[in-house]
């Protein structure tokens, strides 16, 4: 299923031109990730976190082209910080 959803995020059929991922990025890569990440800060302390979704090619001499994507792996990230924090979006 990852590499379905992978393959319409790069099919103008399915996707706004403005958004794709271009086909010779996803051919260089060796992996991607898909990561939603929430900050907050108050004054002199700041942090996120987030997580998401990782997926990476595979050698495979059966598959066209010689590698696959893998299954999906789930990932996680978080930080903490100090200092002024002055911002907005």
Do not use: H, Q
Request: proline share 4%; charged share 20%; glycine share 20%.
């Amino acid at each position: 299923r990852a590499e379905k959803m992978l393959r319409k995020m790069a099919d103008p059929k399915y996707v706004k031109a403005d958004k794709l991922i271009p086909e010779t990025l996803l051919r260089g890569a060796e992996g991607i990730a898909f990561i939603t990440i929430f900050k907050a800060g108050l004054f002199f302390i700041g942090g996120n976190v987030g997580g998401g979704c990782m997926i990476a090619k595979v050698k495979d001499a059966n598959a066209p082209g010689g590698w696959r994507w893998s299954g999906p792996s789930a990932i996680t990230c978080g930080g903490l910080g100090g200092g002024f924090i002055f911002g907005g979006e």
